[in-house]
C-alpha cells in the first residue's frame, strides 16, 4: 500500500510543489495522476522513492516509513519501485541489454542469472531483436520500452510510470500502456502520470487530478469493463500484425 499523509513539498525557490496532499493507493490498483503541466504529478513521484522529502507530512510505501527509513532499508524499498522516468535516464553508451542489466548489477545478481531475466524481459516489452544496439539507434517508442524493460526487471510491486506516452504516436501509446496494463494484470501497482486523455478515457481506471500542488478529484474506476476495451485495442493490433505477417508470407 501506498500512503501520502497531509504532505507538503517547498522547494528551497520557495515554490510549493506538493501542498497537504492525501492519497491512498491500494496494492494492485492501477490509477492515473492527471494535471496540468507544474500541479506536481513527478513531485508526488519522487516523494514516494525518497529522491525529494516531504517538507510536512508522512509518507509510506509498502510498510516503509519513507522519510525516517533506516539508511540500510532504503535499497531495500527502492528494489520494490521500479521507475520510467519522464526523461527516461538512459545511459547513452550502453547498449539496451546494459541498461536493463545495470539494476541486476547493482543488486549483485551473478551474470547468468541477470542473462536469463534481461531476455525475459526484453521479450515482454517486444526489444529482444535490439538488445545490442544502442540508445541512439531506437526510436522514441523503442527507448520508452527499454526503460519499462530496466523498471520491471528486479520484478518490482510498484511502478511509477512518469508520462510514459508523451511524445509518441497514438499506436505506440497504446502498445506502451498495454505493456503496463499486462503487467498491472499479473499483480504489480502502477501510478501513471499522464496528459494522454484517450488512454485515460478508454482504460476507465482510478484518476487522480491535481491542481497547483493539491488534489481537486479523486474519479473511481471502472476497470473491469474498460480494461476490456483496452485488451480490444490490444488484441485488434495483434491481429493486424499476424494479418501483415500472413500477407507478408503470401507475398
Ligand atoms: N527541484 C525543484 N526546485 C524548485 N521547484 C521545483 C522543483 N521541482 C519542481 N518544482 C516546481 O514544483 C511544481 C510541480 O512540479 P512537477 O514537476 O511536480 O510538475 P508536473 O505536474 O510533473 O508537471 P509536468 O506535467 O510538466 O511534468 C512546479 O511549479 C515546478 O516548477
Ligand atoms: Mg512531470
Redesign the pocket.
Known amino acids: 500500500m501506498i500512503k501520502l499523509d497531509k504532505v507538503s513539498?517547498k522547494?528551497?525557490?520557495g515554490?510549493?510543489?506538493?501542498s497537504d496532499v492525501s492519497l491512498v493507493v491500494d496494492r494492485g490498483e492501477f490509477i492515473f495522476?492527471v494535471?496540468?503541466?507544474?500541479?506536481?504529478?513527478?513531485?508526488?513521484l519522487?516523494l514516494l522513492i525518497r529522491d525529494?522529502l516531504p517538507t510536512e507530512g508522512s509518507v509510506v510505501v509498502s510498510d516503509f516509513d519513507v522519510v525516517n527509513i533506516k539508511k540500510n532499508n532504503l535499497p531495500i524499498l527502492r528494489k520494490k519501485i521500479g521507475v520510467i522516468f519522464?526523461d527516461l535516464k538512459l545511459l547513452f553508451d550502453r547498449t539496451v541489454l546494459e541498461n536493463v542489466s545495470l539494476p541486476l548489477e547493482v543488486a549483485g545478481k551473478k551474470p547468468e542469472e541477470a542473462i536469463k531475466l534481461v531476455d525475459d524481459v526484453l521479450e515482454q516489452v517486444g526489444l529482444l531483436d535490439h538488445k545490442d544496439k544502442f540508445p541512439v539507434q531506437l526510436s522514441g517508442g523503442e527507448l520508452q520500452r527499454v526503460a519499462i524493460a530496466r523498471a520491471l526487471i528486479l520484478s518490482p510491486e510498484i511502478i511509477l510510470a512518469?508520462?510514459p506516452t508523451g511524445n509518441l504516436d497514438n499506436d505506440t501509446s497504446w502498445e506502451i500502456v498495454n505493456i503496463l496494463t499486462d503487467i498491472n494484470k499479473k499483480g504489480t501497482t502502477i501510478i501513471m502520470?499522464t496528459?494522454n486523455e484517450d488512454v485515460i478515457k478508454t482504460l476507465g481506471k482510478r484518476v487522480v487530478h491535481?491542481e497547483k500542488?493539491k488534489i481537486v478529484k479523486d474519479e473511481k474506476g471502472h476497470s473491469s469493463f474498460k480494461a476490456s476495451e483496452g485488451q480490444v485495442k490490444k488484441d485488434s493490433k495483434k491481429h493486424k500484425e499476424e494479418d501483415k505477417k500472413e500477407k507478408d508470407e503470401v507475398s
Not at 15 to 18: A, C, D
Not at 35 to 44: E, L, N, Q, V
Open positions: 513539498k522547494f528551497g525557490t515554490v510549493f510543489g506538493l495522476l494535471g496540468p503541466t507544474g500541479s506536481g504529478k513527478t513531485t508526488i519522487k525529494i519522464q512518469d508520462e502520470a496528459h491535481i500542488g
